[in-house]
């Protein structure tokens, strides 16, 4: 009889253990197809820098009294850039306010490590994604990306809540659909002698948003914020890689021309 008992326990053992297989199995193969916002997700973890965000343990407040007290520092909100991705401390949970500053289709969260993720409007009401996808290996073939949420109608603030009792710190990035402004310009010329003046022309189109900020670096320690036109000369001589990023006030772009001025000492009299 209790051979019989232990055959039956070792074969049920088995039988859990080949379901649980096929299950992790199944959930680390599931694919999904990469859309460009993947592409730019996956660069902003990998290439961008980190921005060290503000959290809080919350303590015994509720959902309603963390909103409130966290969103009366409007410097500490997470909010839409697509020039870093943000550096989450976690010490198992914690809560930290999401800023929606732009209409838009989607907004598009994503975290480097498989985590609970929910978001909270400011009556305390959980605000659901329209998709959620889960990953432990990786997601649209991102190997960072271990989560990614989709909503749509956010406008404003949030009280984010992320859980994870596993690591000390991840990355998230905050996108939307929204088409970012594009970069780019010309030079009255790319080869002058020191002393010479060289014009530098906006040609930047707007994305879903109106250009705000103009943001020129000349590639000799020297910049500039002034728009459509700007005049600058080399002291030195050398091949310089000038640069223009433009942005919304959230979504930047960035244009660099490699060596794309050569300024010469001339001749000596």
């Not at 999904?32 to 290439?47: H, P």
């Not at 809540?161 to 905050?174: A, E, R």
Request: charged letters at 15%; one cysteine or more; aromatic letters at 8%.
């Amino acid at each position: 009889m209790r051979s019989i008992m232990k055959l039956i326990n070792i074969v049920f053992c088995m039988l859990i253990i080949t379901s649980c297989d096929d299950l992790l199995s199944d959930y680390e193969s599931h694919k999904v197809e990469s859309i460009v916002i993947d592409d730019n997700i996956c660069s902003i973890l990998n290439e961008m820098e980190s921005v060290t965000a503000y959290t809080s343990m919350g303590d015994s407040l509720s959902t309603i009294a963390l909103f409130d007290t966290l969103v009366k520092d409007t410097t500490s909100f997470l909010t839409l850039s697509n020039a870093s991705n943000w550096r989450i401390p976690v010490d198992s949970m914690c809560y930290f306010i999401v800023f929606a500053p732009q209409q838009a289709d989607s907004y598009i969260v994503a975290l480097n490590s498989s985590s609970e993720l929910a978001l909270y409007n400011s009556g305390g009401n959980l605000v659901t994604p329209e998709s959620e996808t889960i990953s432990l290996k990786n997601i649209a073939g991102c190997s960072d990306v271990r989560v990614r949420q989709a909503y749509s109608g956010l406008s404003g603030a949030y009280l984010g809540k992320l859980v994870n009792p596993n690591v000390t710190s991840l990355k998230m990035v905050l996108l939307n659909t929204n088409q970012p402004p594009t970069a780019a310009f010309s030079t009255s010329s790319n080869s002058v002698l020191v002393g010479d003046t060289i014009t530098f022309t906006d040609q930047s189109q707007n994305g879903a948003f109106p250009i705000q900020t103009y943001s020129w670096d000349f590639g000799d320690n020297n910049t500039s914020s002034d728009s459509s036109v700007v005049e600058h000369v080399y002291a030195d001589s050398g091949l310089f890689s000038p640069s223009l990023t433009v942005s919304d006030g959230y979504l930047f772009h960035t244009v660099t021309k490699t060596e794309h001025i050569s300024v010469d000492q001339g001749s000596e009299e």
